[in-house]
């Protein structure tokens, strides 16, 4: 499996972007989909998290109401619209993915460090005041 993020770049104060997150190979398998990103001098972030099979997100609070996960109709890709974007956004946004059996357990894969299988490269986002 690979993924390949796209859709980073600079954005004003309170401006939006769209990230998208391309999976190739066998994609069909790994149903726990996330965003993490990392800031410079700082530790990687889970922000967001869409477990395939039925729907379920779940979101940091930090970008609560802010970002929505989707996936779309082909299941090949899977995105994250950014709302109301600040400094604080500004780092490298990165798409993931992994095997989960169920929510709960896609939930301990991303906001409990279990570990994902599969990383994008990653995508810059600037967001300038």
């Known amino acids: 499996v690979q993924l390949k993020e796209s859709g980073g770049g600079s954005v004003q104060n309170g401006g939006s972007l769209r990230l998208s997150c391309a999976g190739s190979?066998?994609?069909?398998?790994?149903?726990?989909l996330a965003w993490f990103r990392q800031a410079p001098g700082k530790e990687r972030e889970e922000i967001a998290l869409?477990?395939?099979?039925?729907?379920?997100?779940s979101y940091a609070e930090s970008v609560k109401a802010r970002f929505t996960i989707s996936q779309d109709n082909g299941e090949s890709t899977f995105d994250l619209q950014m709302n109301s974007l600040t400094p604080d956004d500004t780092a490298t946004y990165y798409c993931?993915?992994?095997?989960?059996?169920?929510?709960?357990?896609?939930?301990?894969?991303?906001?409990?460090?279990?570990?994902?299988?599969?990383w994008g490269e990653g995508t810059l986002v600037t967001v300038s005041s």
């Open positions: 993931a993915a992994g095997r989960a059996p169920g929510p709960n357990e896609c939930y301990n894969l991303v906001f409990r460090h279990y570990g994902m299988d599969y």
């Open positions: 190979g066998n994609t069909a398998s790994n149903k726990c």
């Open positions: 869409l477990y395939a099979r039925d729907g379920t997100t």
